[in-house]
């Protein structure tokens, strides 16, 4: 079955640029989704269909995808952007989720 | 701004049936596709299903055989319901919202936690 690998950890120093990735076969053929969870909050939807950002989502966030790997960079790093982020796409009419990735602000 | 909420019991028995209900304001049910979401403790995202208006649904496998998902349009709401529930159902439940695709959730309730246990 089709499945998203994300690392699990990402540390990064404040100002610095976070770069998370998420693996799945030709991943660069189908739309990937990123989300944000922040402890105790429910998830927040930061780049849809690759690299678009929902409104109120600053311009740090940042998405590309190609060949099997999708990309969520997040330039001038903040504490307020230590989180879970998950990437998700979907195959055969099923949403899928990576494990996640939990970004450390040093 | 649309917003969602779920409701329902915390405690389920094992074996007996989860039933979660999520009430939608600031948008109608009438479109879009309206999916569950849940979080097991310390672990990831695990999709459900969707439900639209027009009675279509869809499941994920691994819990084909025990979901099904409904929907109130006249209470701008929408319920899950899981059978023969086993600890391993526990966790965080959420309901969220479709946008252009259905597999895009871009509104997302609180969430609601439920503990399987006698």
């Known amino acids: 079955s089709y499945g998203l690998t994300q690392p699990t950890s990402v540390s990064v120093s404040p100002g610095r640029t976070a770069t998370i990735t998420c693996s799945g076969d030709?991943?660069?053929?189908?739309?990937t989704f990123w989300y944000q969870q922040k402890e105790g909050q429910s998830p927040v939807q930061v780049i849809y269909?690759?690299?678009k950002r929902p409104s109120g989502i600053p311009e740090r966030f940042s998405g590309s995808s190609s060949g099997n790997t999708a990309t969520l960079t997040i330039s001038g790093i903040q504490a307020s952007d230590e989180a879970d982020y998950y990437c998700?796409?979907?195959?055969?009419?099923?949403?899928?989720f990576g494990g996640g990735t939990k970004l450390t602000v040093l | 701004q649309v917003q969602l909420q779920e409701s329902g019991p915390g405690l389920v028995k094992p074996s007996e049936t989860l039933s979660l209900t999520c009430s939608v304001s600031?948008?109608?049910?009438?479109?879009?596709?309206w999916s569950w979401i849940r979080q097991s403790p310390g672990k990831g995202l695990e999709w459900i299903g969707y439900?639209?208006?027009?009675?279509?649904?869809k499941y994920n496998p691994s819990v084909q055989s025990r979901v099904s998902l409904s929907m109130d349009t006249s209470k701008n709401q929408f319920s899950l319901k899981l059978i023969s529930v086993t600890a391993a159902d526990s966790g965080v439940y959420y309901c969220?919202?479709?946008?252009?695709?259905?597999?895009?959730?871009?509104?997302w309730g609180r969430g609601k936690g439920v503990s399987v246990s006698s």
């Open positions: 600031g948008g109608s049910t009438n479109i879009y596709y």
């Open positions: 269909e690759d690299n």
């Open positions: 030709n991943l660069g053929q189908r739309y």
């Open positions: 998700q796409s979907w195959d055969i009419d099923t949403a899928l």
């Open positions: 439900v639209h208006n027009s009675g279509s649904t």
């Open positions: 969220a919202r479709g946008g252009m695709y259905w597999y895009s959730f871009e509104h």
